[in-house]
């Protein structure tokens, strides 16, 4: 009778999956980032559901990939020649079970309602991970800053604002920066919010400059924390960074100090990129350089074989799959490795993946990886060290006080290590140990049900 009800309670949770994610789909038509996480992420919930079949009762599932709110507005503004344009602004606040909405803000040309829902979706489970008390949100706008004149920046952003801040603050919706979204949009978003609240809410909005309520550390988080989470996973197999070639796609923030902190573990980059193409330099990457190129003059990566003896440059950015590495760190946007790219990583002797990007690996790549034995750190663990900072962030705003640069270091530091380890024993109680894909989500899954389930159907 015990198997029986057993496999009474397998087959509902599964039916359940299928049916919530045919419910997506539906709903949420021609949305392909967003139906991508809402299949990866649920359908590693099963084992969850049959363990905890109130959660198919109170019909978590269905309301958790339901945005509480989503709101999408125009944004004109004025350019240097004196034409108006006009561009799109999103804001989709996911959940709030556990704190306010807490995500970034994307400027680029790809930006649309999939790709802000699928971002706004992960952020929930990464947000639950870092064991802070913030909720899962995401927001942006098809706006493309590059090219544009600091004064055409700050009209869209002041024009952005200007209906952004109808519907945040600092105890509900605080968002950050993300791709096209530095220290420099940011500045230009909180003067417009203060402006028009008439009110100095340095918690409206992380990122900030250090001389306004912003974080030492901030810049540096989500490549270092990359870093931080893959290192607990090497170590927990006896092994280390150190000698071993890293590849990492991009040249942000994220992949320039996840290249950063590698480095001082041991690890030789070999190669980064752009999205123009990459290039390889058998001798190490001179960080410097490109810190030079990209933070400083804001310019293509190409630039860097003028300067850099042996160095070599090659057009498109896929190809950079095909250098051979230890570990590969995609660093740029989601769906950089798809299943082509995986055979050639494994082919190629690459044993770890670590995931920087929001969700950059296909779930094919994924698949393959865990067939072929890889060790992969999961973007919702292994990328929350950004948002992680943020919040630590807001909580210095809201004590009017500043750590050193070592007190959020250590901080940070500490918070991937619990990650690492909740996913470790989230993939091990559930039956998949070293799957840590499975279990940060999980993990983080966990933790936001309880609490919905805590506040009643709302």
């Known amino acids: 009778m015990g198997f029986e ?19 997506v789909k539906v709903r949420n038509i021609g949305e392909s980032e967003f139906h991508q996480t809402i299949e990866e992420v649920l359908h590693s919930l099963e084992p969850v559901l049959v ?21 999408m507005f125009r944004v004109p503004w004025v350019d240097d020649n004196g034409n108006i344009q006009v561009n799109r602004g999103f804001r989709v606040q996911f959940n709030s079970a556990i704190g306010p909405y807490k995500g970034g803000l994307r400027f680029h040309p790809s930006v649309n309602l999939s790709i802000i829902k699928f971002l706004g979706f992960e952020q929930i489970f990464k947000n639950s991970l870092t064991g802070l008390p ?19 920046i700050m009209r869209f952003c002041q024009s952005f604002m200007t209906e ?66 893959v290192d607990e996973m090497l170590n927990y197999y006896g092994q280390s960074f150190e000698n071993k070639r890293v590849v990492i796609s991009g040249s942000g923030n994220v992949a320039i100090y996840a290249a950063e902190k590698a480095m001082v ?45 042996g160095s070599q440059y090659f057009e498109g950015q896929k190809g950079i799959w095909t250098v051979k590495c230890d570990i590969a760190l995609p660093c740029a946007t989601q769906n950089d490795i798809n299943l082509d790219d995986a055979k050639i990583l494994v082919e190629n002797g690459t044993t770890v993946i670590g995931e920087g990007a929001n969700m950059p690996c296909t779930r094919e790549a994924v698949e393959y990886f865990l067939e072929k034995g890889l060790l992969i750190a999961p973007a919702k663990a292994a990328n929350a060290g950004g948002v992680a900072t943020s919040a630590l962030e807001m909580s210095q705003n809201s004590m009017r006080i500043s750590w050193t640069f070592e007190e959020v270091d250590e901080k940070l530091h500490e918070i991937m290590k619990n990650i690492f380890k909740a996913s470790k024993e989230a993939a091990e109680e559930y039956g998949f140990p070293g799957n840590y894909v499975i279990g940060a989500n999980i993990a ?4 936001v049900a309880d609490a919905m389930m805590s506040q009643g159907i709302i």
Do not use: W
Request: hydrophobic fraction near 30%.
């Open 134 to 152: 913030i909720g899962g949100g995401k927001g942006g706008s098809d706006f493309n800053p590059k090219g544009k004149s600091d004064n055409e």
């Open 164 to 229: 952004l801040c109808r519907h945040i603050g600092p105890d509900v919706d605080v968002p950050a920066g993300d791709i096209g979204v530095g220290p420099r949009e940011i500045g230009y978003l909180f003067g417009q919010y203060k402006r028009l609240r008439n009110s100095y809410d340095a918690g409206v909005l992380t990122g900030k400059g250090l001389t306004y309520g912003g974080s030492l550390v901030r810049k540096e988080a989500t490549g270092f924390g990359v870093i931080y989470f």
């Open 265 to 309: 573990y041991g690890a030789k980059v070999v190669a980064m990129s752009d999205s123009s193409g990459y290039i390889v330099d058998e001798d190490g990457i001179d960080l410097n350089l490109i810190k030079q190129i990209k933070e400083s003059e804001r310019k293509r990566i190409k630039e860097y074989v003028a300067r850099k003896e």
């Open 5 to 23: 009800v057993k496999d009474t309670i397998e087959i509902q949770a599964r039916e359940t999956i299928e049916r919530v994610i045919e419910q």
């Open 444 to 447: 983080g899954f966990l933790k």
């Open 51 to 71: 363990k905890h079949p109130e959660y198919i009762k109170q019909n978590i599932l269905e309301r958790i990939v339901e945005p509480e709110r989503q709101i």
